[in-house]
Protein backbone atom coordinates (compact mmCIF):
# COMPACT_ATOMS: atom_id res chain seq x y z
CA UNK A 1 0.00 0.00 0.00
CA UNK A 2 2.71 2.06 1.01
CA UNK A 3 4.70 1.79 -2.31
CA UNK A 4 1.20 2.67 -4.06
CA UNK A 5 0.96 5.72 -2.54
CA UNK A 6 4.56 6.65 -3.07
CA UNK A 7 3.90 6.33 -6.49
CA UNK A 8 1.08 7.92 -6.56
CA UNK A 9 2.32 11.12 -4.69
CA UNK A 10 5.24 10.80 -7.75
CA UNK A 11 3.30 11.24 -10.34
CA UNK A 12 1.07 13.83 -8.64
CA UNK A 13 3.91 15.97 -7.81
CA UNK A 14 5.53 15.33 -11.68
CA UNK A 15 2.49 16.75 -13.06
CA UNK A 16 1.78 19.85 -10.81
CA UNK A 17 5.46 20.39 -11.90
CA UNK A 18 5.00 19.95 -15.11
CA UNK A 19 1.77 22.45 -15.14
CA UNK A 20 3.71 25.01 -13.07
CA UNK A 21 6.76 24.65 -15.68
CA UNK A 22 3.72 24.81 -19.13
CA UNK A 23 2.14 28.09 -16.64
CA UNK A 24 5.52 29.83 -17.10
CA UNK A 25 6.12 28.92 -20.39
CA UNK A 26 3.29 30.74 -21.75
CA UNK A 27 5.21 33.52 -21.54
CA UNK A 28 7.26 33.69 -24.38
CA UNK A 29 10.73 35.13 -23.83
CA UNK A 30 10.50 32.87 -20.70
CA UNK A 31 9.98 29.85 -23.46
CA UNK A 32 12.58 31.34 -25.68
CA UNK A 33 15.18 31.42 -22.68
CA UNK A 34 14.22 27.83 -21.82
CA UNK A 35 14.52 26.40 -25.05
CA UNK A 36 17.39 27.98 -26.03
CA UNK A 37 19.34 25.82 -22.93
CA UNK A 38 20.62 22.63 -23.71
CA UNK A 39 18.93 21.21 -21.09
CA UNK A 40 16.32 18.18 -21.22
CA UNK A 41 12.57 19.18 -20.25
CA UNK A 42 12.42 16.54 -17.90
CA UNK A 43 15.04 18.42 -15.98
CA UNK A 44 14.28 22.14 -16.26
CA UNK A 45 10.23 21.22 -15.29
CA UNK A 46 11.97 20.88 -11.63
CA UNK A 47 13.56 23.84 -11.41
CA UNK A 48 10.76 26.45 -12.80
CA UNK A 49 10.80 29.11 -10.35
CA UNK A 50 14.78 29.47 -10.45
CA UNK A 51 14.78 29.31 -14.11
CA UNK A 52 12.44 32.10 -13.79
CA UNK A 53 14.81 34.02 -11.85
CA UNK A 54 17.56 33.25 -14.03
CA UNK A 55 15.31 34.64 -16.66
CA UNK A 56 14.78 37.77 -15.17
CA UNK A 57 18.05 38.46 -14.81
CA UNK A 58 19.51 37.24 -17.98
CA UNK A 59 16.57 40.25 -19.31
CA UNK A 60 17.88 42.90 -16.78
CA UNK A 61 20.73 41.88 -18.69
CA UNK A 62 20.33 42.32 -22.49
CA UNK A 63 21.17 46.23 -23.95
CA UNK A 64 22.41 46.83 -20.10
CA UNK A 65 24.54 49.74 -20.83
CA UNK A 66 27.02 49.75 -17.49
CA UNK A 67 27.04 48.16 -13.96
CA UNK A 68 25.98 51.33 -12.34
CA UNK A 69 22.07 50.37 -13.94
CA UNK A 70 22.47 46.90 -13.02
CA UNK A 71 19.05 45.61 -11.72
CA UNK A 72 20.25 42.27 -10.49
CA UNK A 73 20.31 40.68 -7.12
CA UNK A 74 24.44 40.71 -7.15
CA UNK A 75 25.23 43.65 -8.61
CA UNK A 76 27.74 42.54 -11.63
CA UNK A 77 26.50 39.17 -11.79
CA UNK A 78 24.00 37.25 -13.81
CA UNK A 79 21.80 34.24 -12.12
CA UNK A 80 22.65 31.57 -14.53
CA UNK A 81 21.59 27.51 -14.67
CA UNK A 82 24.22 25.28 -16.07
CA UNK A 83 23.37 21.45 -16.29
CA UNK A 84 25.16 19.59 -14.23
CA UNK A 85 24.64 15.32 -14.81
CA UNK A 86 20.41 15.34 -14.03
CA UNK A 87 20.51 18.11 -12.20
CA UNK A 88 20.90 21.92 -12.83
CA UNK A 89 23.31 24.28 -10.73
CA UNK A 90 22.60 27.79 -10.82
CA UNK A 91 25.83 30.16 -9.82
CA UNK A 92 26.39 34.13 -10.42
CA UNK A 93 28.41 34.72 -13.12
CA UNK A 94 29.85 37.98 -13.72
CA UNK A 95 28.75 39.93 -16.66
CA UNK A 96 31.04 41.57 -19.81
CA UNK A 97 30.96 44.71 -17.62
CA UNK A 98 31.99 43.37 -14.18
CA UNK A 99 34.81 41.00 -16.45
CA UNK A 100 35.95 44.44 -17.53
CA UNK A 101 35.76 46.01 -14.20
CA UNK A 102 37.69 42.71 -12.34
CA UNK A 103 40.13 42.59 -15.21
CA UNK A 104 40.63 46.65 -15.21
CA UNK A 105 41.19 46.62 -11.22
CA UNK A 106 43.44 43.26 -10.93
CA UNK A 107 46.29 45.41 -10.27
CA UNK A 108 45.30 46.42 -7.18
CA UNK A 109 45.96 42.79 -6.06
CA UNK A 110 49.70 43.96 -5.99
CA UNK A 111 49.40 46.57 -3.96
CA UNK A 112 49.57 46.47 -0.16
CA UNK A 113 48.87 49.89 1.55
CA UNK A 114 50.00 50.62 5.20
CA UNK A 115 47.99 53.44 6.82
CA UNK A 116 47.63 54.83 3.12
CA UNK A 117 44.16 55.97 1.92
CA UNK A 118 42.62 53.40 -0.69
CA UNK A 119 42.00 55.73 -3.44
CA UNK A 120 45.53 56.38 -3.75
CA UNK A 121 45.86 53.12 -5.82
CA UNK A 122 43.63 54.99 -8.70
CA UNK A 123 46.75 57.78 -8.94
CA UNK A 124 47.62 57.25 -12.14
CA UNK A 125 50.58 58.41 -14.57
CA UNK A 126 47.98 59.30 -16.85
CA UNK A 127 46.28 61.80 -14.40
CA UNK A 128 49.70 63.29 -13.48
CA UNK A 129 49.36 67.06 -13.79
CA UNK A 130 52.33 67.85 -16.29
CA UNK A 131 51.31 71.74 -15.79
CA UNK A 132 54.46 72.67 -14.05
CA UNK A 133 57.91 72.33 -15.09
CA UNK A 134 59.13 70.68 -11.97
CA UNK A 135 57.68 67.49 -12.78
CA UNK A 136 59.60 67.10 -16.40
CA UNK A 137 62.42 65.18 -14.91
CA UNK A 138 60.61 63.01 -12.45
CA UNK A 139 58.44 62.14 -15.49
CA UNK A 140 61.42 61.56 -17.73
CA UNK A 141 62.79 59.26 -14.85
CA UNK A 142 59.37 57.41 -14.19
CA UNK A 143 59.92 56.27 -17.91
CA UNK A 144 63.64 55.18 -17.67
CA UNK A 145 62.65 53.38 -14.28
CA UNK A 146 60.00 51.34 -15.83
CA UNK A 147 61.72 50.25 -18.79
CA UNK A 148 64.31 49.17 -17.06
CA UNK A 149 63.25 47.90 -14.43
CA UNK A 150 63.96 43.67 -14.00
CA UNK A 151 64.41 41.34 -11.21
CA UNK A 152 68.16 41.53 -11.38
CA UNK A 153 69.78 44.87 -12.10
CA UNK A 154 67.14 47.77 -10.86
CA UNK A 155 67.35 50.98 -11.35
CA UNK A 156 66.89 53.61 -8.29
CA UNK A 157 64.38 54.84 -6.76
CA UNK A 158 63.97 58.43 -5.82
CA UNK A 159 64.09 60.65 -2.72
CA UNK A 160 61.49 63.07 -3.53
CA UNK A 161 61.12 66.60 -1.24
CA UNK A 162 59.35 69.00 -1.60
CA UNK A 163 56.44 71.45 0.08
CA UNK A 164 53.42 70.13 1.77
CA UNK A 165 50.49 69.34 -0.66
CA UNK A 166 52.74 69.40 -4.07
CA UNK A 167 51.64 65.75 -5.28
CA UNK A 168 54.81 63.65 -4.34
CA UNK A 169 52.67 60.81 -2.95
CA UNK A 170 50.22 61.31 -5.38
CA UNK A 171 53.46 60.78 -8.02
CA UNK A 172 54.96 57.74 -6.56
CA UNK A 173 51.90 56.22 -5.82
CA UNK A 174 50.76 56.98 -9.46
CA UNK A 175 54.21 54.85 -10.75
CA UNK A 176 53.91 52.27 -8.03
CA UNK A 177 50.67 51.37 -9.76
CA UNK A 178 51.64 51.66 -13.25
CA UNK A 179 54.37 48.62 -11.53
CA UNK A 180 51.65 46.65 -10.26
CA UNK A 181 49.78 46.91 -13.54
CA UNK A 182 52.95 45.32 -14.65
CA UNK A 183 52.61 42.53 -12.31
CA UNK A 184 55.65 43.63 -9.90
CA UNK A 185 54.54 43.60 -6.23
CA UNK A 186 54.52 47.14 -4.34
CA UNK A 187 54.22 48.15 -1.09
CA UNK A 188 53.34 51.95 0.18
CA UNK A 189 53.84 52.96 3.46
CA UNK A 190 53.13 55.78 5.34
CA UNK A 191 56.10 55.74 7.72
CA UNK A 192 54.85 57.75 10.80
CA UNK A 193 51.92 55.68 11.43
CA UNK A 194 53.62 52.49 10.68
CA UNK A 195 56.22 52.70 13.12
CA UNK A 196 53.14 53.25 15.80
CA UNK A 197 51.55 50.42 14.26
CA UNK A 198 54.69 48.44 14.42
CA UNK A 199 55.66 49.09 17.61
CA UNK A 200 52.51 47.87 18.83
CA UNK A 201 52.51 44.75 17.33
CA UNK A 202 55.45 43.43 19.52
CA UNK A 203 53.54 41.04 21.03
CA UNK A 204 51.77 39.38 17.36
CA UNK A 205 52.85 40.23 13.70
CA UNK A 206 55.69 42.24 14.32
CA UNK A 207 58.57 40.06 12.29
CA UNK A 208 55.94 39.60 9.36
CA UNK A 209 54.92 43.11 8.80
CA UNK A 210 58.92 43.89 9.40
CA UNK A 211 59.93 41.52 6.71
CA UNK A 212 57.23 42.59 4.22
CA UNK A 213 58.26 45.73 3.99
CA UNK A 214 62.04 44.95 4.03
CA UNK A 215 61.84 42.34 1.08
CA UNK A 216 58.63 44.17 -0.94
CA UNK A 217 59.94 44.49 -4.19
CA UNK A 218 59.43 48.04 -4.52
CA UNK A 219 58.22 50.11 -1.36
CA UNK A 220 57.56 53.44 -1.14
CA UNK A 221 58.55 54.90 2.58
CA UNK A 222 55.70 57.92 2.33
CA UNK A 223 56.70 61.44 4.40
CA UNK A 224 59.88 59.88 6.09
CA UNK A 225 61.14 62.51 8.88
CA UNK A 226 57.51 62.94 10.32
CA UNK A 227 57.95 60.46 12.88
CA UNK A 228 58.74 60.71 16.05
CA UNK A 229 62.20 60.29 16.59
CA UNK A 230 63.75 57.27 18.57
CA UNK A 231 67.22 55.00 18.68
CA UNK A 232 64.56 51.87 18.15
CA UNK A 233 62.83 53.22 14.88
CA UNK A 234 66.29 54.62 13.56
CA UNK A 235 68.90 51.77 14.39
CA UNK A 236 66.13 48.71 14.47
CA UNK A 237 64.13 49.99 11.88
CA UNK A 238 64.97 51.66 9.21
CA UNK A 239 68.83 50.81 9.18
CA UNK A 240 67.82 47.05 8.76
CA UNK A 241 65.16 47.76 6.14
CA UNK A 242 67.60 50.37 4.09
CA UNK A 243 70.42 48.08 4.56
CA UNK A 244 68.70 45.00 3.45
CA UNK A 245 66.93 46.77 0.37
CA UNK A 246 70.59 47.70 -0.73
CA UNK A 247 72.23 44.54 -0.44
CA UNK A 248 69.54 42.75 -3.15
CA UNK A 249 68.84 46.30 -5.06
CA UNK A 250 65.20 46.59 -4.37
CA UNK A 251 63.85 49.87 -5.40
CA UNK A 252 63.08 51.95 -2.76
CA UNK A 253 61.41 55.13 -2.58
CA UNK A 254 60.82 57.93 -0.27
CA UNK A 255 58.66 61.58 0.04
CA UNK A 256 59.74 63.89 2.84
CA UNK A 257 59.05 67.24 3.63
CA UNK A 258 62.70 67.49 5.05
CA UNK A 259 65.69 67.37 2.46
CA UNK A 260 68.15 64.93 2.94
CA UNK A 261 70.22 67.59 5.20
CA UNK A 262 67.00 68.36 7.45
CA UNK A 263 66.69 64.43 7.67
CA UNK A 264 69.76 63.85 8.96
CA UNK A 265 69.39 66.71 11.67
CA UNK A 266 66.24 64.81 12.31
CA UNK A 267 67.93 61.35 12.51
CA UNK A 268 70.26 62.62 14.81
CA UNK A 269 68.44 63.81 17.72
CA UNK A 270 66.23 61.15 19.53
CA UNK A 271 64.10 60.60 22.69
CA UNK A 272 67.74 59.20 23.87
CA UNK A 273 70.24 61.73 22.85
CA UNK A 274 72.24 62.90 19.87
CA UNK A 275 74.11 60.63 17.69
CA UNK A 276 75.36 61.84 14.28
CA UNK A 277 76.78 58.70 13.47
CA UNK A 278 73.97 56.78 12.86
CA UNK A 279 71.97 59.60 11.42
CA UNK A 280 74.90 59.88 8.64
CA UNK A 281 75.04 56.02 8.32
CA UNK A 282 71.45 56.16 7.71
CA UNK A 283 71.36 58.94 4.70
CA UNK A 284 74.00 57.11 3.09
CA UNK A 285 71.93 54.14 2.74
CA UNK A 286 69.11 56.29 1.50
CA UNK A 287 72.01 57.96 -0.66
CA UNK A 288 72.70 55.07 -1.81
CA UNK A 289 69.21 53.68 -2.62
CA UNK A 290 68.03 56.88 -4.64
CA UNK A 291 68.60 59.70 -6.50
CA UNK A 292 67.35 63.04 -4.96
CA UNK A 293 64.77 65.53 -6.39
CA UNK A 294 62.51 68.07 -5.96
CA UNK A 295 58.87 68.87 -6.32
CA UNK A 296 58.16 71.97 -5.90
CA UNK A 297 54.62 73.68 -6.56
CA UNK A 298 51.21 75.11 -5.41
CA UNK A 299 49.50 73.07 -2.41
CA UNK A 300 47.08 70.85 -4.32
CA UNK A 301 45.49 69.99 -1.23
CA UNK A 302 41.62 71.59 -0.73
P1 LIG B 1 52.18 65.58 -0.90
O1 LIG B 1 52.46 64.15 -0.75
O2 LIG B 1 53.27 66.32 -1.63
O3 LIG B 1 51.87 66.27 0.40
P2 LIG B 1 49.84 64.66 -2.28
O4 LIG B 1 50.45 63.69 -3.20
O5 LIG B 1 49.16 64.12 -1.09
O6 LIG B 1 50.90 65.77 -1.82
O7 LIG B 1 48.86 65.56 -3.15
C1 LIG B 1 48.01 66.54 -2.57
C2 LIG B 1 46.59 66.39 -3.11
O8 LIG B 1 46.56 66.61 -4.50
C3 LIG B 1 46.04 65.00 -2.89
O9 LIG B 1 44.68 65.09 -2.54
C4 LIG B 1 46.22 64.32 -4.23
O10 LIG B 1 45.26 63.32 -4.43
C5 LIG B 1 46.06 65.48 -5.19
N1 LIG B 1 46.88 65.28 -6.38
C6 LIG B 1 48.20 65.49 -6.48
N2 LIG B 1 48.65 65.23 -7.73
C7 LIG B 1 47.56 64.89 -8.44
C8 LIG B 1 47.30 64.53 -9.80
N3 LIG B 1 48.27 64.47 -10.69
N4 LIG B 1 46.04 64.24 -10.16
C9 LIG B 1 45.05 64.28 -9.29
N5 LIG B 1 45.20 64.62 -7.99
C10 LIG B 1 46.43 64.92 -7.57
MG1 LIG C 1 52.46 63.00 0.97
Known sequence: MKNINNILEKDLNETELIQSFQAACSDKGFYEFVRN????????IKYTSSLEDAFMECKNCQNCKGIEYC???????????????????????????????????????NLELFDMPK??????????????????????????FIEKY????????????GSFGSGKTYLIAALLNEMAKRKVCCALVYYPEFLRSLKSSFQTDYVERFNFIKTSPILLLDDIGAENQSNWSRDEVLGPILQYRMQNHLPTFFTSNLTLEELEASLSTTSSGVDKVKARRIIERIKQLTIPMELVGKNRRN
Open 119 to 144: EIKEASLKAVYTDDKSRVPIIRYFKE
Open 150 to 161: NDKNNPKGLYLT
Open 37 to 44: LPIEETIL
Open 71 to 109: KNSVVGYCYTPKKEKNIIQFSYVACPWKERDLKENAYKE
